[in-house]
């Protein structure tokens, strides 16, 4: 099979996980809880009129900041109150995702790299599903890899708008699930400038004025709500927040290695392009201060980042995946027989999986 072949083999896979996401969007009821707590939420909100405080069972309920039920509650007003327009904010988000990955990868590495990274990740098992799950998580992850994808263009390309469109994501980031959305993304950028010693980057995203941005973003509602409910603060920053990572007392307590097999088993089934992968990084040895050695950290912060938290859900670890997926569109522009095998293995099984989905 030549290249064009190949290129059109996963254009080909791409728009199948696309229809295949589009034609189920409304085909199952939500499953509880949380598909029908998100779509309540959001739907409580067309019938309160009250955009300022989240309610459930129309009580007031503080586990979550806003934007997911906002977005939960305009798609409902648009469409409908049914499941195919409870899902279709999460289906825009894993959409919006893929392009970012394509910019990204296609930019760094490629045309093929960003068609084998677009790939990668939205066949990817958990990411495929969630895609169409009605759940807080794709839209962290949303704007998460928006802050860190918006970081590496202004930094690689050295274009300064780009970090105020990092500054916020990572605001809408903590509108969606709180200090998670900007602990993640300020991470991951600032062990880079560590690892790699670029301490005038420091000064290039703009801190002063890119926290200004932030808070522009994120301090509107959170004042808002905490003036109108008293108790919002610590039922969420620390109930919600501090005691959820650091105790056991919401039972959700897994051993510190869950998150292994989770990410294997979710990356599926590109996990077998990651021998190629590490491989590839081996072989090459970019330096430090490079795009790979990025995704690299970004992986790592990510993933180690909810190691020790007290409590695990499989879908916590849902960003791993964008730069997993950077990391395979790196890899398969090699044409080694290790990157054939694994990308052969990977569109084998997933056209399987694809052919059961339709049936």
């Known amino acids: 099979m030549n290249e064009k072949d190949n290129e059109r083999l996963i254009i080909f896979l791409i728009l199948a996980a696309v229809l295949l996401l589009a034609a189920h969007i409304g085909a199952r009821a939500l499953w509880d809880p949380d598909e029908g707590r998100y779509a309540e939420m959001g739907r409580e909100v067309l ?4 955009w300022v405080t989240p309610h459930l069972n129309y009580l007031p309920y503080f586990e979550k900041p806003m934007l997911f039920v906002w977005m939960e509650a305009l798609s409902q007003k648009v469409f409908g109150m049914n499941t195919a327009a409870a899902r279709i904010p999460p289906l825009l988000c894993a959409f919006g995702i893929v392009l970012l990955i394509w910019r990204v990868a296609s930019r760094q590495w490629g045309f093929k790299a960003g068609l084998a990274a677009c790939a990668a990740l939205i ?12 759940d807080i998580n794709m839209p962290l992850a949303l704007f998460v890899t928006a802050a860190l994808s918006f970081f590496w263009l202004g930094h690689f390309e050295k274009k300064t708008g780009y970090y105020y469109l990092a500054w916020i994501s990572a605001g809408l980031a903590t509108l969606t699930k709180g200090p998670v959305g900007f602990i993640l993304p300020a991470g991951a950028i ?5 690892a790699t010693r670029q301490f005038t980057l420091l000064l290039k995203v ?3 004025n890119g926290m200004i941005v932030f808070l522009m973003v994120t301090a509107p509602w959170y ?3 905490c003036q109108r409910n008293p108790d919002f603060f610590d039922f969420f920053f620390i109930n919600q927040n501090l005691l959820r990572y650091t105790t056991t007392m919401h039972e959700r307590y897994k051993p510190f290695w ?3 097999p989770v990410v294997i088993v979710g990356f599926l089934p590109w996990t077998f392009m990651l021998p190629a992968v590490v491989k590839q990084v081996w072989k090459n040895r970019p330096p430090l201060a490079s795009e790979v050695w990025f995704t690299i950290i970004w992986f790592a912060v990510t993933f180690l980042f909810f190691i020790p938290s007290q409590s695990k859900l499989a879908t916590y670890v849902l960003p791993c995946f964008m730069p997993l997926a950077l990391l395979t569109g790196y890899a398969s522009h090699k044409a080694d027989p290790e990157t054939r095998l694994g990308f052969s293995c990977a ?3 997933w ?3 694809g052919a059961a989905l339709t049936v």
């Not at 019938?47 to 009250?50: E, I, N």
């Not at 066949?123 to 009605?134: D, G, N, R």
């Open 206 to 208: 703009k801190p002063v």
């Open 351 to 353: 056209l399987i999986i």
């Open 347 to 349: 569109v084998a099984i």
């Open 223 to 225: 004042v808002l709500v």
């Open 190 to 194: 600032l062990i880079y400038i560590l």
């Open 47 to 50: 019938v309160l009129h009250d």
């Open 258 to 260: 869950y998150f292994v």
């Open 123 to 134: 066949t990817s098992i958990e990411f495929f599903m969630l895609a169409h799950t009605v």
